[in-house]
DNA sequence: CGTCTATTTGAATGTACTCAAAAGCGGTGG
DNA sequence: CCACCGCTTTTGAGTACATTCAAATAGACG
């Protein structure tokens, strides 16, 4: 009946919320499926966001460039993630994020317009973006706490304890972007980590 | 018919849904007013959290104490706003905010019960906290992103522009708090900026 | 296999912190 | 209503964590 994909995405779905076999086969049909080459933009800042993405394989990132074109990573998208510039998918105005993929990745696009018309015709789907957006408030708070009260070694102690799988995976320039040091000083801090342990 | 402070809750929610007459009188009737006197707790850390509180006059702060007993400011509730530990609240569990009173403030309380039957009996509900969940999330996210790229003095240049009539009200002691510098340092931006302009 | 990018390492620099002490301000009680 | 006390803010000198710039090495992709 499903792809292993949509088995994916329907079972984070029921994380939360319960959907009968119509409803299931209704919102699938909603959903576009598309593959995004590592390195591509799947979108671009200056651009209004029209889609909530789920990533099933692969990896995406959301970041930004600062005045002095540094980047800075808002967050990692794995497989069983959603991702969206939500300023601009919320507000209709061109956004400051950009998504790329690390590698390729396999995403289902939902439109905006589709998300509203299912908070209509299944109030359910309502209450399943107002948990998944609840507990991204949580960690996001969390990232600001942490910013403000650990320092560079602390911060990447954390994130190792919080995605141990992604650490392999991704470039630790991303990582020091994320946890917001350059990436030599990040170096440093692994090296000295490493001679302590010895 | 209604008092003022209840007409601000009801004007809050009417932002975003619109209520009958009985389902306001329903709302309303499931608050829970409080006067917190000016440094007093309305939520202490480790505490479980079991209310969304709601900001009628003065101003509640949401913080945290790191390892070292320094306070870190995650949130201002100034009137019309809405503050809770959202961790403790979703999760049940302790949690490690705390909330008191730079002021003597005047809240309505809404149990985590009431406003999970409030979603079951007026779905809009749902609606309503999905689209200010979203909203805070955009702003913290956005905070997260001015953390990493910006200085201490942009930074504080940007609470400015973001909260002008917080800037007068709150001890600037707790701005630094929240912008995340010592309140030594902030002291020295601001004399550095008045020499600037001289 | 070659090129391009990521990572490592080092020295010099800068931003923000620590500690200390004085001055200013506000709230509370007499 | 004033005066005092405590907390906030200011100022300064010394320090530390993290950055910048530069160059060498390692690694990955086509």
Redesign the interface.
Same mark, same amino acid.
């Given at each position: 009946m499903w792809t292993p994909a949509q088995q994916l995405i329907l079972q984070n779905i029921g994380k939360h919320i319960e959907l009968r076999p119509d409803e299931q086969s209704h919102f699938i049909s909603l959903l576009d499926s598309k593959t995004i080459p590592r390195k591509a933009l799947l979108l671009k800042e200056h651009e209004v966001c029209r889609h909530s993405a789920f990533v099933v394989a692969g990896c995406l990132r959301g970041y930004?460039v600062?005045?002095n074109g540094?980047e800075?990573v808002?967050q990692f998208a794995p497989p069983d993630w959603w991702i969206a510039d939500?300023?601009s998918l +919320?507000s209709g105005k061109p956004g400051q994020l950009n998504i790329d993929a690390l590698e390729a990745t396999e995403v289902f696009l939902l439109a905006k317009t589709d998300q509203e018309q299912l908070?209509r015709d299944i109030?359910r789907f309502? %209450?399943f973006? %107002?948990i998944i957006?609840?507990?991204? +408030?949580?960690s996001?708070?969390?990232?600001?706490?942490d910013?403000?009260?650990l320092s560079a070694q602390e911060r990447y102690d954390q994130f190792c304890r919080q995605y141990p799988t992604l650490i392999h995976t991704i470039p630790q320039k991303q990582i020091a972007a994320y946890i917001?040091v350059t990436p030599e000083f990040l170096s440093k801090l692994r090296s000295k980590r490493k001679r302590g342990a010895i």
């Open positions: 930004t600062d005045a540094f800075h808002l939500m300023y +919320l908070y109030p309502e %209450r973006f %107002r957006t609840e507990k991204s +408030l949580v996001s708070r969390q990232r600001v706490l910013n403000m009260s917001g």
